[in-house]
């Protein structure tokens, strides 16, 4: 139990394009997803607070307007990286926090990871 | 705000016992501790989780004394597949916040 998928799992575009990353939590609900950005050789870095029905929370220096978050159900969010650039170039993460998940235990279930490579 | 701090690097052999250490001064009262391993290329996985004391599960034992400003992610008995990063997590205003983890590497 308490899988979650991306889609897609690694993704080549050319600069300028925007592109998609798929989130979805397969066997629970979430009200509460995690996108996270990875450089190689380094932790994950918490982009944004993605809650079913409202709009995101961003963190400081991530911008909102380039990294389009959508959580439209209980079961997907979507990352959309509009004009992408080299530099977008990275390992996407997204987590899911299961409903009903106490903040103080926060258990978080996280998805594959999706390598965005920006030509 | 709750901080972890961890060694960057540790090494092991097969077969050996690794302890994972963790500090985080600042831990509030009702947060728990949280321990997640990560392979290249792959989202992070779940280990442990505790509050107090003493917890183990299939996978690894956790260690936590009474005043909860450390904690230690004992590994029995490692293999070469335990190889991954290994991260302590304390939950901080709602999300967590990944420190820079430990970088493990088991040696034949």
């Known amino acids: ?12 575009c050319k600069s300028g394009t925007s592109v998609k990353i798929e989130c979805r939590s397969l066997d629970f609900q979430a009200t509460t ?17 993605s809650n079913e029905g409202s709009k995101a929370t961003y963190e400081q220096g991530v911008e909102k307007d380039k990294f389009l978050i959508n959580h439209a159900s209980l079961t997907l969010s979507t990352l959309t990286v509009t004009s992408a650039h080299p530099e977008d170039s990275s390992f996407y993460i997204c ?3 299961p409903i009903g998940t106490t903040l103080s235990t926060d258990t978080q279930y996280f998805g594959p990871g999706t390598r965005l490579t920006v030509l | 705000l709750a901080k972890t701090t961890q060694p960057i690097s540790m090494d ?7 302890n994972i250490t963790c500090s985080h001064n600042n831990i509030a009262t009702n947060d728990y501790i949280t321990w997640y391993q990560q392979f290249p290329s792959q989202g992070p996985r779940f280990i442990i989780q505790g509050y107090k004391t003493k917890v183990t599960n299939e996978v ?13 992610l004992s590994l029995p008995r490692v293999s070469l597949s335990d190889t991954a990063v290994y991260y302590c997590l304390v939950l901080n205003t709602d999300k967590l916040i990944f420190g820079t983890g430990t970088r493990l590497q088991v040696f034949p």
């Open chain 1, 1 to 12: 139990g308490a899988v979650v998928s991306q889609h897609p799992s690694w993704v080549i």
């Open chain 1, 33 to 49: 997803m995690f996108w996270y950005r990875q450089f190689p050789k380094q932790s994950l870095m918490l982009m944004a607070t």
């Open chain 1, 95 to 97: 987590s899911a926090r």
């Open chain 2, 12 to 18: 092991s052999y097969e077969g050996q016992e690794v």
């Open chain 2, 60 to 72: 690894a034992s956790l260690f936590i004394p009474a005043d909860r400003k450390s904690s230690t």
